[in-house]
C-alpha cells in the first residue's frame, strides 16, 4: 500500500479548527462540488474522490483570508466533500427507478427522506466506529493519507511543496488540453484503425485513457491491489467475452451479462466474506463499545439522541416512503453492517463501490419481505449514500487522525456539509430529471448512469444467475482466505481502460519500489501522486461545473 505520512501535533483548539468562517467556505464549496458531482456521477458514471480537490480549495481560501492552521483547513475541506459522495450515492442508485418504469413518480419529499435518512445513519454510525478503524487497526486510507500530505506539504513549502504543485500544474494542464479543449484530441492513445478491430467491436477496448489521476490511483494503491484488479479485467475482457465468443461458447449479448453478473457476484460475495470473516468474528470489538454509556456520552460526539433519532427514521421509512416495517429495519441494520463494510474496504484500497453494498442490503430485505420496484430502490439508496458519506469521513479522519484534527470539528464539518448535499442533490436530480424526462436515465447520450443500470439488474433481473452465483461463492471464499477479490471483482465489472491506465501506476509504484526505495520511503513519489491526482480532480471538477451549468441554462 502507500506510506504511512508524518504526524504532526496540533495545539490549536476546538473554536480555532471549527469557525465560522471555515464553515462558510465549506458550505459554500459543498453546494458547488455537489451540483457538479451530480451531473458528473449521472453523465460519465464515475465520480472520483473529491478530497485533494477540496483540500487544496480550503487551503487556498483561508490562507487568502490569513491567520489560519492546517487543522482549520483540513475540517473546512471535510464539511467541502461530504456533498460529493451524497451525490453519488443517490446517482448511482435512484435513476434505476426510471431505466426500468419510465412513468414511475417518485416525489421530492420521499426522496429527500430517504437522503437525509442515509445522510443521518452515515453519520451516526461513522462516529461510533472511527475509533476502531482509524486508532485501533490504523488502516491506510490511502485517498486520506494524500490528503494530509497535500496540506502538510502545502503548509510547510520547501522542495516537497515544489513537486506537489509542479505535478499538479502538469496534470492540470494536461487535463484542459483532453478535456476543455475538444479540438485536440487527447483521450485515447490507440489509433483509428485499431479501434475499428474485432476487440473493439466486442467491447473490449475503446482505447486507452490518458489519466494522471487514474495512473496516480493505482500508485498510491500499490502493485499488489491494482495487479488483482488488473487481472479480473483480463478475465473479464480477454476470458469470457473475447475468448468465449472467439470459441463459440456464447455470443456477445451473453458474454456481457456473464461479465456484469460474475463481476457484482464477486464484489457482492466479498461483502458477505467481510461480514463473515472481518465483522463477525471482531462484532464485540466493533460494535460492542457502541453501547456502552461512554461511548455515547464521551465520544467524539455526543450520541444519546441517536436511537431516538435511528427510530424516527424507522418511522419515517416505513410510512412516508412506504417502505414496509420490515424493510426498514433491514434497511437501518444494513446501514450499520455496510457502513462498517465500506470503512474498512476504503481502508484498505481507496476503494468505495456504494452501490453494490446498497445491492447487498436490497437483496437482504427481498430475500425476507415483498416489496415494490420503487421501494427497493430506496431500500439501496439509503445505504448506498450513508456508505458513501462514510468512505468520505473515513478519508477525512485518516487525515485529521495525522494532522492532530479534533474529530468532533471533522465530523461537525461533514454534517454541514452532508446536510447541504442532501437538499442539493435531491434539487439536481429533480431539475434533470424534469428538463431531459425519465428516458434520459440510461440514455448514452445524456446520463448513462451505468450504477444504477446495476441495480436496476438487480431489482428487476439478475442478466445471469449462474454467474452471479458462482461469483458470489468465489468472493466470500477467497476474502475468507485473505485473497484482495474486492479488486477482481472491479476489474471484470468495470471497463477494461480504466483498469488498464490504473494498472499502470501500480506497475510504477512496483519499479521505484525496487529500483529506487530510498526515494520511495521518502514519501516523494506518494507527494507526486496526490498532485497528479489533484490536478486533473482540479481541472475535471472546474470543466464539470462548467458543463453542469451550461446543462442547466439549456433547461
Given at each position: 500500500m502507500s506510506e504511512e505520512p508524518k504526524i504532526?501535533?496540533?495545539?490549536?483548539?476546538?473554536?480555532?479548527?471549527?469557525?465560522?468562517?471555515?464553515?462558510?467556505?465549506?458550505?459554500?464549496?459543498?453546494?458547488?462540488?455537489?451540483?457538479?458531482?451530480?451531473?458528473?456521477?449521472?453523465k460519465m458514471g464515475a465520480l472520483p474522490w473529491p478530497i485533494i480537490f477540496v483540500a487544496l480549495v480550503s487551503m487556498f481560501c483561508l490562507k487568502l483570508f490569513g491567520n489560519t492552521n492546517i487543522n482549520e483547513i483540513n475540517?473546512?475541506?471535510?464539511?467541502?466533500?461530504?456533498?460529493?459522495?451524497?451525490?453519488?450515492?443517490?446517482?448511482?442508485?435512484?435513476?434505476?427507478?426510471?431505466?426500468?418504469?419510465p412513468e414511475a413518480n417518485l416525489s421530492m419529499i420521499v426522496l429527500f427522506a430517504v437522503v437525509l435518512g442515509g445522510v443521518i445513519l452515515g453519520l451516526i454510525f461513522t462516529a461510533?466506529?472511527?475509533?476502531?478503524?482509524?486508532?485501533?487497526?490504523?488502516?491506510?486510507?490511502?485517498?486520506?493519507?494524500a490528503a494530509a500530505e497535500t496540506l502538510i506539504v502545502g503548509d510547510e513549502g520547501g522542495k516537497k511543496a515544489g513537486a506537489l504543485f509542479s505535478s499538479l500544474g502538469i496534470a492540470a494542464v494536461f487535463t484542459f488540453f483532453r478535456d476543455g479543449m475538444p479540438l485536440i484530441n487527447l483521450k485515447n492513445l490507440i489509433p483509428a484503425s485499431f479501434m475499428n478491430s474485432g476487440l473493439a467491436a466486442k467491447g473490449i477496448l475503446a482505447?486507452?485513457?490518458l489519466s494522471p489521476m487514474l495512473v496516480a490511483v493505482g500508485y498510491i494503491i500499490g502493485p499488489l491491489f491494482i495487479g488483482v484488479w488488473f487481472l479480473g479485467a483480463i478475465i473479464g475482457d480477454f476470458g469470457i467475452v473475447l475468448g468465449g465468443t472467439n470459441f463459440g461458447l456464447w455470443d456477445a449479448d451473453t458474454a456481457?451479462?456473464?461479465?456484469?453478473?460474475?463481476?457484482?457476484?464477486?464484489?457482492?460475495?466479498?461483502?458477505?466474506?467481510?461480514?463473515?470473516?472481518?465483522?463477525?468474528?471482531?462484532?464485540?470489538?466493533?460494535?460492542?463499545?457502541?453501547?456502552?454509556?461512554?461511548?455515547?456520552?464521551?465520544?467524539?460526539?455526543?450520541?444519546?439522541?441517536?436511537?431516538?433519532?435511528?427510530?424516527?427514521i424507522a418511522f419515517i421509512l416505513t410510512f412516508v416512503c412506504d417502505m414496509g416495517v420490515i424493510a426498514s429495519i433491514i434497511t437501518i441494520l444494513g446501514v450499520w453492517l455496510a457502513t462498517s463494510m465500506s470503512a474498512q474496504i476504503v481502508g484498505q484500497t481507496g476503494i468505495n463501490p456504494m452501490e453494490v453494498f446498497g445491492i447487498i442490503i436490497l437483496l437482504a430485505a427481498k430475500a425476507v419481505t415483498i416489496m415494490?420496484?420503487?421501494?427497493?430502490?430506496?431500500?439501496?439508496?439509503?445505504?448506498?449514500?450513508?456508505?458513501?458519506?462514510?468512505?468520505?469521513?473515513?478519508?477525512?479522519?485518516?487525515?485529521?487522525?495525522?494532522?492532530?484534527?479534533?474529530?468532533?470539528?471533522?465530523?461537525?464539518?461533514?454534517?454541514?456539509?452532508?446536510?447541504?448535499?442532501?437538499?442539493?442533490?435531491?434539487?439536481?436530480?429533480?431539475?434533470?430529471?424534469?428538463a431531459?424526462?425519465?428516458a434520459a436515465f440510461g440514455d448514452p447520450e445524456l446520463f448513462y448512469a451505468p450504477q444504477a443500470g446495476v441495480v436496476a439488474a438487480m431489482v428487476g433481473g439478475i442478466p445471469h444467475l449462474t454467474s452471479f452465483?458462482?461469483?458470489?461463492?468465489?468472493?466470500?471464499?477467497l476474502y475468507c482466505v485473505n485473497f484482495p477479490v474486492m479488486t477482481l471483482g472491479l476489474g471484470v465489472y468495470l471497463p477494461f481502460y480504466l483498469s488498464a491506465t490504473a494498472f499502470l501506476g501500480g506497475v510504477l509504484k512496483f519499479i521505484i519500489e525496487k529500483a529506487a526505495p530510498k526515494w520511495d520511503k521518502k514519501g516523494t513519489g506518494l507527494i507526486i501522486a496526490s498532485g497528479l491526482l489533484g490536478g486533473e480532480a482540479v481541472i475535471g471538477v472546474i470543466i464539470a461545473l462548467i458543463q453542469a451549468i451550461q446543462g442547466m441554462s439549456a433547461i
Open positions: 504532526i501535533k496540533s495545539a490549536v483548539s476546538f473554536k480555532d479548527q471549527f469557525t465560522l468562517r471555515g464553515m462558510l467556505i465549506g458550505s459554500a464549496g459543498a453546494a458547488i462540488l455537489t451540483m457538479s458531482s451530480m451531473y458528473v456521477a449521472l475540517v473546512t475541506h471535510t464539511a467541502m466533500s461530504a456533498g460529493a459522495m451524497i451525490a453519488g450515492g443517490l446517482a448511482f442508485t435512484i435513476p434505476g427507478i426510471y431505466m426500468l418504469n461510533l466506529i472511527r475509533k476502531y478503524f482509524i486508532v485501533v487497526k490504523e488502516l491506510p486510507y490511502p485517498m486520506g493519507q482505447g486507452i485513457l456481457s451479462a456473464i461479465k456484469s453478473s460474475l463481476g457484482i457476484g464477486l464484489m457482492v460475495g466479498t461483502g458477505i466474506g467481510i461480514i463473515i470473516k472481518g465483522i463477525i468474528p471482531k462484532a464485540k470489538e466493533i460494535f460492542g463499545p457502541m453501547f456502552s454509556k461512554d461511548m455515547m456520552s464521551h465520544g467524539i460526539i455526543n450520541l444519546r439522541w441517536a436511537p431516538i433519532v435511528m427510530v424516527i415494490g420496484q420503487t421501494e427497493a430502490f430506496l431500500v439501496a439508496a439509503v445505504v448506498a449514500i450513508a456508505c458513501g458519506l462514510a468512505g468520505d469521513i473515513m478519508n477525512d479522519f485518516k487525515a485529521g487522525h495525522i494532522l492532530h484534527s479534533d474529530p468532533k470539528a471533522q465530523w461537525l464539518g461533514e454534517s454541514i456539509g452532508g446536510v447541504i448535499g442532501s437538499f442539493v442533490s435531491v434539487w439536481v436530480f429533480y431539475v434533470i430529471l424534469t431531459y424526462g425519465p452465483i458462482i461469483g458470489l461463492v468465489l468472493g466470500c471464499l
